[in-house]
Each structure stands twice: as C-alpha cells, then as structure tokens.
C-alpha cells in the first residue's frame, strides 16, 4: 500500500498503479474551492508519477459528489472553476475512472463525465438538475453530456433536471459498466485493474461521437427549442441550454465550452437563480424545527384516519403510499363505504393508466382497513381527524379517541381554521394533540402545515415532522391562529384581490395578471377549482366576528348564492362546458360585479396587470410579515416554502418575502403606503416591515438571525 499525499478533502492513496482520489467533504461531497484544488493536485500528482497508470476517483460517504457548492454562488468565484479542474481531469495523460454511488449530481457528473471511463453501483443517482437551481451545467457537462450519449437524451436529462438509476445509466450509455456489489472503492479498482490489463487507452469525451448524426441532432435540438418555448413559462435557464447544446453541435469543442460559460454566467446574474437557490435551501431549514432538535419522533408504523371525505381518503392514499397500514373510521357503513371508495379510486384509476399493476393495488388496500366504531384505533399510533369543520363534531371525536388510544398515540386535527388549542384543551391528554394541515389533493400536494398548539409535547411535533418525511411533505412548522400561515394570508390578499375586483377590474384580468406573474393559476380559477362553497362557509363563520368598518365585498356571495361553486357546479366565476376543466368568461359574473358596484355606490376604473399585482402582492407579503411579527410563522423563509410549496407562488421567485427583498422594503411599505390613502383600514403596514425598512434590512437578515 502506497503513502497518502495533498491536502483534505480531497485525499489520494496508491492501490498497485491505480492512485485512487478520494473526495470527503460532507454533508455531500459538495465541489467547493479546496475540492476542487484538492483534484487538480491530485491529477498532477498521477501524472508526474511513473509509478502510476491509472487514477480511480470515488466519493467517500453516501455519495460521490452532489455538485458544485451551491453557497458559493453570488459570491466572488475561487479558482480554479470547476471547467477548468475538468479539462485538466480529462487531459490526464493516464486513463481516469470514476466510480459512482449515491448521488453523483451536476459538477458531480460533470467531473465523471470529464473521466475516461465510467462505472457505477446499485442505488446511484445520476443528473443534471442545475435547471432546478435557475442554473444550467457550467463545467462542459452542456458539450460532454451531448457527445457522450446523443442530443436528444442529454437535453431531456438537462432540461428536466431528473436523476437516472444505475440501470438507465447504463443503457443511455452515461456509464460503461455497472458494479455487481455496492462496495464502489473494489468495484472500481477491479474496473481500474481490467482497463489496465486489456491497455485500455484514454478515451476523452470531448472526442465521443453522440452528435455525429446532425440530422437526428438538429430535430432534437428543434424540438427540445419548441418544447422549452410552449412549457418553460418564462424561466430563464433552460433557453441557455438549449442555446449551449446548439453549440456543442455547431462549434468545436473549446468555443462551446466558452459559450457555455458565458451563457451560465448570464444565468448565475439571473434573479431566477437567486430565488430557485433560496427555495432550495428554505426547504431544508424548515424541517429543522426546534422540536425536532429537542425530541425524537414516536412510533409511526399504523395510523387512524377519522372521516373518509376529500381529505380523510386523500390523507389514507399518502399514508399508504409510504407503506404504512391505514384504519379509517367513518360515521356508517355508507360513508365508510364511501370512504374507502375514495381511496380505491386513486389506484383504480393509476391501474387503468397502466402505471399501476393490480396485484400492487391489491397488496396497497391490504393495509388498508375500515371501521365504525373508534374502538378499531386502540393501537393507532397517530389518528389524524378530518371529519366536517365544526368544533362540536370535531370536540366529539377528540372525546372518543381520548377513551380508545393508547398512551402515548399522537392525536391530530386536519382542521382548516378552527382552534386547536380549544380542542387540545377538551381532552385529558393535549400534550399529544397538533394540527396536521393537509392540502387538497392530500395525495399530491407537498406542503403540510404543521401546527403547534401551546400544551403539545415536543416529541409529538416531531413525530409530526417524521411523518412528514415519511410522506416526502413539506413541512411548515406553524403557531396557532386563524388560518395559521397559508389560509390566512391567502384570505388578505384575495381580500385585495376583491376590492380591486369591485373597483373596476375583471376576475379575469386580476387571473391573467397573476399568471402572467409565474402562478399556475390566478385566484379565481382557484376559487373554482377548490369550490365556492368552502370560502363561503368561512365567510359567514367569519361575518359574526367581522369588523364592520372593514370594507367587505359581497361579489362571491352573490355567485355563491346562484348556486355556482365552480367547476363542481359548471360554473362559478369561469362557464365550465361539459367535461372541460378550462373555463370561460361568464357575461353574468360581469352582470353580478356591475350589479354590486352599482350597489357599493362604485364607478370602476382602469387597473394595470402591474398596479394588480403590486397590491395583490403588498397584501401577501404585509400579512406575511405580521405572520412572523407574531411568532405564528418561525422566519420569513417558513412563509415563503408554504407559498411555494402549498399555494402555486413561483419557485423562481423564491416565495413572498424573498420577493419583497428583492423589490426593497422601503418599495413594499411605499406601497402599502399609497394604497392605504384609499383603505387605512385595510392597509395597515405590519410593525415588522415598518421596522425592517426603518433599520435598512431585508427579510432574509431575519432567515440568517434564526
Ligand atoms: N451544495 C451545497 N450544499 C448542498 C448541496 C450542494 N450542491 N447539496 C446538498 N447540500 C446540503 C443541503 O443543504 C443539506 O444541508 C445537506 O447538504 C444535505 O442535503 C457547475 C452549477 C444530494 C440528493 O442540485 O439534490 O453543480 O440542511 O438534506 O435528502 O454544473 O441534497 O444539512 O445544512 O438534501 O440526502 C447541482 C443538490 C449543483 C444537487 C442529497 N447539484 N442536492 O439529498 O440531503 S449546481 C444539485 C440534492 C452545479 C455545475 C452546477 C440533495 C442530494 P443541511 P439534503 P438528501
Ligand atoms: P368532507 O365533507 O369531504 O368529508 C368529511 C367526512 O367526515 C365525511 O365523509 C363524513 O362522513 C365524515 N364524518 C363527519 N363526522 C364524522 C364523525 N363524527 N366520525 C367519523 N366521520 C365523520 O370534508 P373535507 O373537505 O374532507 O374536510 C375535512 C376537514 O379537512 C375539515 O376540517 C376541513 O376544513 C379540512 N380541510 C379541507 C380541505 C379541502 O380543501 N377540502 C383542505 C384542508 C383541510
């Protein structure tokens, strides 16, 4: 065995001729400024020593390297950049394998790609997902990728970001043989030894024929340009890499790799990239709720479901995707029946599209099992509650399982609105009570509020936050209040969005404008889609507490009270032809908003797409900094992965607050300012960004300062 040589954490040790390059820098072998120097060295070092034929480079840890370290981006850069540790990876003189387990990501598959040979084991994951970060592949993995396993398949990998398998590496040609163990440093030296022995020669990528066949280059190009044009919905990434892939096939090597780099430096000024980045890094700080640092989960292998309703079976489908067993109790045999129906569907309908075998549906509803009576729960170790939103029928069923859980089982409400302290405080154990908000579809969406009251135990939110990660949620810790973080500020700035509405602008120009946005959807296609008649119930829960100097505009109660709930009825604010989900404008919603202005005693004026969103906007952020003055949301990031994550506001921006700090406080409170002159009721500017602006701070200073 030879020595050990150069700096950390990049180490090097001789097996025979092979000089194996190990990179160690936790959590994940991130590329940062001593990696990528510790490389460079270590490729000298093989080729200035004879005793060396062969350089092997592996990833110490549970991955080989996941990319280029993303904390350095917006910062001044370090040489060597990373293109430039690849050249000279792939001018190695001596033949250069990588072996690859775990997560081999972005740089991480830029440096294999830059290596002459390839292999990988089991349960790796191979991919370009720089576009996820706003980003694009900056060190040639846009010229290497391309000639290595054609046009058509490297763009799919690039512009979708997703990962390959070992198996799917292989057979797109990204890896040249697969390890038959998950021991990746033997494998890789076995791999190492045969190269040596059959005198394999250096094979660079930069010389691999993937593009040979232009025309089948140019048809993919054409299409992924086509493709990007229809679907990218104004990202700024993924034209720049269909532009560097043009290059690789039209340029010769160097110059792409030159224009690579121009067009990623134009991506890394890109505000995209800075709010793709913060939505990356947000969705890890919100898992680190203190109760998670204080206490460990409880037991989470079977769980109770009260209620087998929209959410109750939607509930049921997550919790049995993640393999746990499911016992759902219903109010009788029909709704039970009902209930498990509803779970049913899902599968059924997963089977008919092929996606699904039946005997995997039938080994899923194995774990799945109904009842009446809650006596079925007695060894539950969490029951989540989602029966209708009433606190006496809510109250009612706390009681029952108080009699029938075991010590120690976690007890949860899906309660929308409602006071979870009030039902912590009903039942003789509220240390094991918390809110699990779920959203609609409970089986597809990926946030998941997760709501503290005052007397709950630690371990019981982190079982919260486990349950999560069992269920790949993102979870947002959140205090108790009306609406906690989401559904309360989406009541403001739709509150906005109806004073704008009655003075003059149409659901459909407020709807064009938030899409225009980045939003999927604007509010009142939202409206349509989650149905009328669910706001509507909280707005007369609400109109006994209202503030009666408070302006409130009574449009969707008059098209609530013609029965239109949306695209349940066929119609609310859109015309919804028969089994058409896109709807249409509604002459009589306009009949109804004329009719209300008339009555509101409004002459309607002129809105801009512009003046639309800053007062929906100021609304969304104002709320959201009173939700973290109060303590109810823990940072501002806390806000911002709920909206990205739960409401359909555009990762690229981050989320509410990240926008904010990019606008500028003191812009936001000017705003808010202006608008109030009309409204100081409504516009009332939150302490915190009053404060903030005053001091000359952002939001973020607040993310930094947790
Ligand atoms: N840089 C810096 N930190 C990173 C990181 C990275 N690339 N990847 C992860 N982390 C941190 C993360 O914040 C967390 O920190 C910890 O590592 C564990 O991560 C030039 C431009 C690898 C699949 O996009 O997808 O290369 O919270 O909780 O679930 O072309 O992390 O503990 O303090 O996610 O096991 C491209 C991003 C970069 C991959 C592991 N690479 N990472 O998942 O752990 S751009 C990526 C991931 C680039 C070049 C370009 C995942 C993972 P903390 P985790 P995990
Ligand atoms: P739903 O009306 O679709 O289903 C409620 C179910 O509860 C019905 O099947 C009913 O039979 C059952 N039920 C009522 N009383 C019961 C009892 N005592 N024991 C057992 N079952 C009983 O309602 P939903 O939309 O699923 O909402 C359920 C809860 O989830 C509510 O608190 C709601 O506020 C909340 N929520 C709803 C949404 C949404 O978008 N629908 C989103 C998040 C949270």
């Given at each position: 065995?030879?020595?050990?040589?150069?700096s950390?954490?990049?180490?090097?040790?001789?097996h025979?001729?092979v000089?194996v390059?190990?990179?160690?820098?936790?959590?994940?072998?991130?590329l940062g400024?001593?990696?990528r120097r510790?490389?460079?060295?270590?490729?000298?070092?093989?080729?200035?020593?004879?005793?060396?034929?062969?350089?092997l480079?592996?990833?110490?840890?549970?991955?080989f390297?996941?990319g280029?370290?993303i904390?350095?981006?917006?910062?001044?850069?370090?040489?060597?950049?990373?293109?430039?540790?690849?050249?000279?990876?792939?001018?190695?003189?001596?033949p250069?394998?990588?072996a690859?387990?775990?997560?081999?990501?972005?740089?991480?598959?830029?440096v294999?790609?830059?290596?002459?040979?390839?292999l990988?084991?089991?349960?790796?994951?191979?991919g370009?997902?720089?576009?996820?970060?706003?980003?694009?592949?900056?060190?040639?993995g846009?010229q290497?990728?391309?000639?290595?396993?054609?046009?058509?398949?490297?763009l799919?990998?690039?512009l979708s970001?997703?990962?390959?398998?070992?198996?799917?590496?292989?057979a797109?040609?990204?890896?040249?043989?697969?390890?038959?163990?998950?021991?990746?440093?033997?494998?890789?030296l076995a791999?190492a030894?045969?190269?040596?022995?059959a005198?394999?020669?250096?094979?660079?990528?930069?010389d691999?024929?993937?593009?040979a066949d232009?025309?089948?280059?140019?048809?993919?190009?054409?299409?992924?340009?086509?493709?990007?044009?229809?679907?990218?919905?104004?990202?700024?990434?993924?034209?720049?890499?269909?532009?560097?892939v043009e290059?690789?096939?039209e340029?010769?090597f160097?110059?792409g790799?030159?224009?690579?780099?121009?067009?990623?430096?134009?991506?890394?000024?890109s505000?995209?990239?800075?709010g793709?980045?913060?939505?990356?890094f947000a969705?890890?700080?919100v898992?680190?709720?203190?109760?998670?640092?204080?206490a460990?989960p409880?037991?989470?292998?079977?769980?109770?479901i009260?209620?087998?309703?929209t959410?109750?079976?939607g509930?049921?489908?997550?919790?049995?995707?993640?393999g746990?067993?499911?016992?759902?109790?219903?109010?009788?045999?029909?709704?039970?029946?009902?209930?498990?129906?509803?779970?049913?569907?899902?599968?059924?309908?997963?089977?008919?599209?092929?996606?699904?075998?039946?005997?995997?549906?039938?080994?899923?509803?194995?774990?799945?099992?109904?009842?009446?009576?809650?006596?079925?729960?007695?060894?539950?170790?969490?029951?989540?509650?989602?029966?209708?939103?009433?606190?006496a029928?809510?109250?009612?069923v706390?009681?029952?399982?108080d009699?029938?859980?075991?010590?120690?089982?976690?007890?949860?409400?899906?309660?929308?609105?409602?006071d979870?302290?009030a039902?912590?405080?009903?039942?003789?154990?509220p240390?094991?009570?918390?809110?699990?908000?779920f959203f609609?579809?409970?089986?597809?969406?990926?946030?998941?509020?997760i709501v503290?009251p005052?007397?709950?135990?630690a371990d019981?939110?982190?079982?919260?936050f486990?349950?999560?990660?069992?269920?790949?949620?993102?979870?947002?810790?959140?205090?108790?209040?009306?609406?906690?973080?989401?559904?309360?500020?989406l009541?403001?700035?739709?509150?906005?969005?109806?004073?704008?509405?009655?003075?003059?602008?149409?659901?459909?120009?407020?709807?064009?404008?938030?899409?225009?946005?980045?939003?999927?959807?604007?509010?009142?296609?939202?409206?349509?889609?989650?149905?009328?008649?669910?706001?509507?119930?909280?707005?007369?829960?609400?109109?006994?507490?209202r503030?009666?100097?408070?302006?409130?505009?009574?449009?969707?109660?008059?098209?609530?009270?013609?029965?239109?709930?949306?695209e349940?009825?066929?119609r609310?604010?859109?015309?919804y032809?028969?089994?058409?989900?896109?709807g249409?404008?509604?002459?009589?919603?306009?009949?109804?908003?004329?009719?209300?202005?008339?009555?509101?005693?409004?002459?309607p004026?002129?809105?801009?797409?512009?003046?639309?969103?800053?007062r929906?906007l100021?609304?969304?952020?104002?709320?959201?900094?009173?939700?973290?003055?109060?303590?109810?949301?823990l940072?501002?990031?806390?806000?911002?992965v709920t909206?990205?994550?739960g409401?359909?506001?555009?990762?690229?921006?981050?989320?509410?607050?990240?926008?904010?700090?990019?606008?500028?406080?003191?812009?936001?409170?000017?705003d808010?300012?202006?608008?109030?002159?009309?409204?100081?009721?409504?516009?009332?500017?939150?302490p915190?960004?009053?404060?903030l602006?005053?001091?000359?701070k952002?939001?973020?200073s607040?993310?930094q300062a947790?």
């Amino acid at each position: 065995m030879a020595t050990d040589t150069v700096s950390t954490p990049v180490t090097t040790r001789r097996h025979g001729k092979v000089l194996v390059v190990s990179v160690d820098n936790p959590p994940v072998n991130a590329l940062g400024v001593d990696v990528r120097r510790g490389l460079v060295s270590a490729i000298d070092a093989a080729q200035s020593d004879d005793a060396v034929a062969a350089v092997l480079i592996v990833g110490a840890g549970r991955n080989f390297i996941a990319g280029a370290d993303i904390r350095e981006f917006g910062k001044p850069p370090l040489p060597p950049a990373l293109p430039d540790v690849c050249k000279r990876i792939e001018a190695c003189s001596k033949p250069v394998i990588a072996a690859l387990h775990g997560a081999a990501l972005g740089g991480g598959l830029e440096v294999a790609l830059a290596a002459h040979y390839r292999l990988a084991v089991n349960g790796v994951k191979l991919g370009l997902p720089e576009v996820q970060l706003g980003l694009m592949p900056g060190a040639g993995g846009t010229q290497r990728a391309p000639r290595l396993i054609g046009a058509g398949p490297a763009l799919e990998l690039m512009l979708s970001g997703r990962q390959v398998g070992a198996d799917e590496a292989l057979a797109l040609g990204l890896v040249d043989r697969l390890g038959r163990s998950d021991d990746t440093l033997a494998e890789g030296l076995a791999y190492a030894q045969e190269l040596l022995a059959a005198n394999a020669p250096v094979r660079r990528t930069r010389d691999a024929q993937g593009l040979a066949d232009r025309d089948a280059s140019r048809a993919a190009l054409d299409a992924a340009r086509a493709d990007v044009a229809a679907k990218s919905r104004g990202l700024f990434s993924p034209q720049k890499i269909v532009d560097a892939v043009e290059a690789a096939l039209e340029l010769p090597f160097d110059e792409g790799l030159r224009l690579e780099r121009t067009l990623f430096q134009q991506c890394i000024a890109s505000p995209q990239r800075t709010g793709l980045i913060h939505a990356f890094f947000a969705e890890r700080e919100v898992a680190k709720a203190p109760e998670t640092k204080l206490a460990q989960p409880r037991p989470l292998a079977s769980a109770g479901i009260i209620g087998g309703g929209t959410m109750g079976a939607g509930i049921a489908v997550a919790m049995l995707d993640a393999g746990m067993t499911v016992t759902m109790v219903e109010r009788d045999d029909d709704s039970l029946a009902r209930g498990r129906s509803n779970v049913e569907k899902v599968y059924d309908s997963l089977v008919a599209k092929g996606r699904m075998t039946a005997a995997a549906k039938a080994a899923v509803m194995a774990r799945f099992s109904g009842a009446t009576a809650y006596d079925a729960l007695s060894q539950a170790d969490l029951v989540i509650e989602a029966v209708f939103e009433d606190m006496a029928v809510k109250k009612a069923v706390f009681a029952a399982l108080d009699r029938v859980c075991k010590p120690g089982a976690v007890l949860a409400t899906n309660t929308s609105y409602l006071d979870i302290d009030a039902i912590a405080a009903s039942i003789s154990r509220p240390q094991d009570v918390l809110g699990l908000h779920f959203f609609s579809p409970a089986h597809v969406m990926k946030l998941l509020e997760i709501v503290v009251p005052a007397r709950v135990n630690a371990d019981a939110v982190a079982t919260g936050f486990e349950l999560a990660k069992k269920l790949r949620k993102v979870a947002v810790r959140a205090g108790v209040c009306d609406g906690f973080i989401g559904n309360r500020i989406l009541a403001v700035y739709r509150q906005a969005a109806d004073h704008m509405l009655e003075d003059g602008a149409s659901p459909y120009q407020i709807d064009e404008a938030v899409r225009e946005f980045g939003y999927p959807m604007g509010p009142y296609q939202v409206a349509d889609l989650a149905g009328g008649d669910i706001g509507w119930a909280t707005r007369k829960r609400r109109a006994a507490t209202r503030d009666p100097r408070t302006r409130y505009v009574e449009i969707a109660d008059r098209i609530c009270e013609s029965g239109w709930f949306g695209e349940k009825t066929g119609r609310g604010y859109y015309l919804y032809a028969k089994g058409s989900r896109s709807g249409t404008p509604d002459p009589e919603v306009f009949a109804i908003v004329d009719a209300e202005r008339k009555r509101a005693g409004i002459t309607p004026r002129i809105f801009d797409n512009a003046e639309i969103m800053r007062r929906y906007l100021a609304a969304m952020i104002n709320e959201g900094a009173n939700v973290v003055h109060e303590g109810i949301a823990l940072r501002p990031l806390d806000v911002d992965v709920t909206f990205v994550a739960g409401y359909g506001f555009p990762r690229h921006r981050g989320g509410p607050m990240k926008y904010a700090d990019t606008v500028g406080l003191p812009q936001v409170l000017a705003d808010i300012r202006e608008f109030a002159n009309d409204d100081p009721l409504f516009w009332r500017p939150s302490p915190l960004l009053v404060d903030l602006a005053l001091r000359g701070k952002d939001f973020d200073s607040l993310n930094q300062a947790a």
